[in-house]
């Protein structure tokens, strides 16, 4: 297998197929344009920029393209970053598709899809049960090929799958440490609390956030379907308006984007869940791409940290 682009080190030349994921113009200090490219592949992204660009260079670098870049990797501002010395588009005789660029999630769509069903079947109230089976089933296809976002955490092809897998399995272990939580609200909450992504982001490939996503989120999406859900199934109860707050409470607090606090014992516990799956992703992405005894690059979204890696880890 070719080596994949987040396992250059400073320094080394590169000279390989590459997808672009993002492609963003720019005005330099000297007036002219530039594109800075997010480039991927399976191992994952690395940023980019195309000096003095032309309105051909525009048409033919953009999301979804693949290319073939030579260059230098080096490090700017505590993040790797490829120097371009030569980018040209594929042509009918590069043997290379979008599918070899695209990070999958590490368990298979059917397998993901089995084990959130039988989370399903072990839930024991008849309303939680049906609004979860109905919006599972509603968006199915969705929610197996989705990332659960555009960048920070399991931002690959069936993320938000295998983020609400992981989540459902820490639920599982922790309703055992604390059994007065409720798992049938636990559980339910852990697989409909991202489930607005579907509509809120653009789709599995070079994703982008939707209308609706930039205007309303998924967590108004979610927090609509829910109503909606309950409407079409003749459900009016209280679990209902829970359901409904869980999603509405998960990310915490106002500032991370939630617009009302965790007010019942299963919403607290479902942001801290969310919180820890979410972290460990991106800790266990930005560590497997570094050697024991060093640091990993910057991660912005845990204040800006770099994390080291003790020389005894295997």
């Not at 987040?6 to 492609?23: A, N, P, T």
Request: proline share 4%; glycine share 6%.
């Amino acid at each position: 297998m070719a080596k994949g682009i987040v396992h250059f080190e400073v320094g080394e030349q590169v000279d390989i197929y590459l997808l672009i994921k993002s492609s963003t113009k720019g005005i330099a200090s000297n007036g002219k344009p530039f594109l800075t490219l997010i480039f991927q592949d399976q191992t994952g992204e690395i940023e980019a920029k195309l000096w003095d660009c032309s309105p051909e260079h525009e048409s033919e670098f953009n999301a979804q393209s693949i290319v073939k870049v030579y260059g230098d990797v080096h490090s700017y501002r505590g993040r790797n970053q490829l120097k371009i010395r030569n980018i040209r588009p594929v042509n009918h005789t590069d043997s290379v598709s979008i599918d070899d660029f695209l990070e999958v999630a590490p368990l298979a769509k059917d397998e993901m899809m089995s084990k959130i069903t039988q989370y399903i079947f072990e839930l024991k109230n008849p309303n939680i049960q049906r609004i979860t089976r109905h919006l599972v089933k509603k968006y199915q296809q969705s929610f197996l090929e989705y990332p659960a976002a555009t960048k920070n955490h399991h931002e690959f092809i069936s993320g938000l799958a295998y983020h609400v897998v992981s989540m459902l399995d820490l639920a599982k272990a922790i309703s055992s440490l604390y059994p007065s939580l409720d798992r049938d609200l636990l559980y339910s909450g852990v697989i409909l609390h991202d489930l607005g992504k579907v509509i809120e982001l653009s789709g599995p490939v070079s994703t982008v956030y939707t209308v609706e996503g930039n205007l309303l989120g998924h967590i108004t999406i979610m927090v609509n379907e829910i109503g909606k859900a309950a409407e079409e199934l003749g459900i009016e109860s209280e679990e209902v308006t829970v359901l409904q707050h869980i999603v509405l409470s998960h990310h915490g607090k106002a500032e991370w984007g939630s617009p009302k606090p965790p007010l019942i014992k299963e919403a607290e516990m479902l942001h801290y869940i969310d919180n820890l799956d979410a972290k460990m992703n991106m800790l266990d992405r930005a560590l497997e791409r570094v050697k024991p005894g060093e640091f990993s690059d910057r991660v912005f979204a845990l204040d800006n940290r770099s994390f080291y890696k003790p020389t005894f880890h295997n």
